[in-house]
């Protein structure tokens, strides 16, 4: 029997709007529901969301097992966040080592990244794919998928501001 074979694509923020990278194939659309009908029948998406959309936020909290620490989070997010927490999904991510018992008895503690994606950005980016059965590998970051892309290459992806007036970014790649 001939294993099947799925064919994986990438939808990602495009400057109008987003944009269908698959078998090397690249379609632009306003939207992500203007992209289902060029997707493959076979097809696994992974999502890449708008970095702008993304809101990444460092903690020093007790070391903690992860259910206990989302708790934590969650309640962190409630002071920092310019919307209700309830409005957001986030992840947890230790990023730091243990810092250890300060010798009080009461544990360590550790630096906590906490990614938060307003919940109105997952449902514009997946949401259509969802309801078209369309199954969903990954939902992730587009800056990330930029620097994987780039990772290995023995290059480097460089922006920069083109001066502290100007909001307009130059790039560059050094070999």
Known sequence: MKARTETEALICPDPSGW?????????NGPT?????????SDVVVSVALDSADVLVSLFRLPTAEEEELRGMVSM??????????EEVAFGVKAV??????????GGG??????????????EEACGVLRSSGVRIRAVGVYAEELGRRWAG?????AFWMEDRKSTRLNSSHIT
């Not at 944009?19 to 379609?27: F, I, K, N, W």
């Not at 992500?32 to 493959?40: I, K």
């Not at 290459?153 to 992806?157: I, M």
Request: cysteine-free.
């Open 153 to 157: 290459s023995g290059e480097v992806l």
């Open 96 to 105: 730091g080592p243990d810092l250890g018992d300060d010798g009080s008895g």
């Open 19 to 27: 944009r269908l990278e698959s078998r090397g194939l690249v379609v």
């Open 109 to 122: 503690e550790r630096e906590v990244a906490a990614i938060s994606v307003p919940l109105g950005s997952v």
């Open 76 to 85: 962190q997010l409630e002071k920092v966040l310019p919307f209700p927490v």
């Open 32 to 40: 992500v529901e203007d992209l289902v009908g060029r997707l493959p």
